[in-house]
């Protein structure tokens, strides 16, 4: 005959043993490795930045003002370009500046093909492998009135796409 | 069972009880993650960029050209098929927009323009008075 005493002190303890596996489980598989391809919460944040940076640069700044991104587009002024979009995206009351990069590209259309002009080029920090996001804007040119011909663009008037890629690094 | 010793008993309940709360608190963590994540993931896959972009470059274009004939006006035209080719090659969208008769309302004159927007996954219509 088997001694059968402490049978409830052997139920609780498998019982707590079973509860501490699980635990340990639980906080084990909470630990998540941090990959490109999990990035999606700070690119959300780093797109609604770029395209609230082309929103006010879109915006001319008073009644019948001159709107920036028109202008740098008609100028084909991508280093103006570049320097006032990251000054943007570094406003800030405080802090260090962020390690923002970007290139980007206009598209027009001449007769029936798509076209792209590139207004910034990327710099030495493009490997190509950054986790960059893509903001875009619709610009709309007035007809050229100078003689010299707008390039690349054309004279007439016409509606370009803006985009610009950003990065960190 | 007989002659169990029932000693200590306070401190086995409160082993239970940390080890239920920890449960619980590990729960939590695991969820917020995923809830993080799923609703940046939506966040990004809705154009909602994409489709307040177009409105405006459809209202400036109702500004500047009112609800002219397309087909009488060759700088309309231009205008308004550069948005609807550049779309589709760089955005993946078929677009289409009408500008219709200006109708008095609410005690202002305003295009009716109709707006359709779908890129395969997010179909989007609408109909807004343009003052």
Not at chain 2, 18 to 41: D, H, P, R
Not at chain 2, 98 to 118: C, F, L, M, T
């Amino acid at each position: 005959m088997v001694n059968d005493s402490g049978q409830l002190y052997t139920m609780e303890g498998i019982a707590a043993g079973l509860v501490m596996l699980l635990t340990a489980y639980l906080i084990l598989s909470t630990t998540s490795i941090y990959t490109q391809g999990d990035t999606h919460i700070p690119d959300m944040q780093l797109e609604q930045l770029g395209s609230d940076v082309l929103a006010m640069m879109d915006t001319p700044d008073r009644e019948g003002g001159k709107n920036q991104l028109v202008e740098f587009i008609n100028e084909n002024n991508g280093g103006g370009f570049k320097d006032k979009f990251l000054e943007y995206c570094n406003a800030k009351t405080s802090g260090d500046l962020d390690t923002l990069h970007m290139s980007a590209s206009v598209t027009y259309r001449k007769e029936d093909r798509i076209e792209e002009h590139q207004l910034v080029g990327p710099d030495e920090t493009w490997t190509g492998r950054e986790s960059a996001v893509r903001v875009t804007r619709w610009v709309q040119l007035d007809q050229h009135q100078q003689l010299s011909p707008r390039q690349p663009y054309g004279q007439r008037a016409q509606a370009v796409l803006v985009e610009v890629l950003l990065w960190r690094a | 069972m007989a002659c169990m010793n029932e000693e200590g008993q306070w401190i086995v309940l409160m082993g239970l009880l940390v080890a239920v709360g920890l449960f619980f608190l590990a729960l939590i963590i695991n969820q917020s993650a995923l809830v993080g994540q799923t609703t940046a993931e939506g966040v990004l896959e809705f154009p909602k960029n994409d489709i307040r972009d177009l409105r405006e470059a459809i209202f400036d274009y109702v500004d500047k050209y009112g609800n002219v004939d397309a087909a009488g006006n060759p700088s309309a035209k231009a205008v308004r098929d550069d948005i609807i080719a550049i779309s589709l090659d760089r955005k993946n969208a078929v677009v289409d927009f009408k500008v219709k008769d200006r109708i008095y309302i609410s005690g202002q004159w305003a295009y009716p323009v109709e707006i359709h927007y779908n890129n395969g996954v997010t179909e989007y219509d609408e109909t807004v008075y343009r003052y």
